[in-house]
């Protein structure tokens, strides 16, 4: 079956492609590793019985953890955006 003319391929990435796409990942990572991380502590705190503070605490970090996850999408999207166009 012919589907027409080969389609180009998309060209190799550069290192310093590589390199923006590592800091992307590295940016989105770091907070979603926050979260996941302090969830595991705010478990280990609840089967404790820990008091109120200090799991407000825990849940302060991960909303902030959370909250910068989504600064760093937002900012993945419209970086991305900008690249299609």
Known sequence: MDDGPPQP???APTPGDRDGREHDMHAVRTPLTVAILRTQILRRHLRRGDEMPR???EL???DAALAQ???EIDQLDRTHDRERR
Do not use: M
């Open 60 to 62: 302060d970090q991960i």
């Open 69 to 71: 996850l989504a600064v």
């Open 9 to 11: 391929r998309p060209p």
């Open 55 to 57: 799991l407000e605490a």
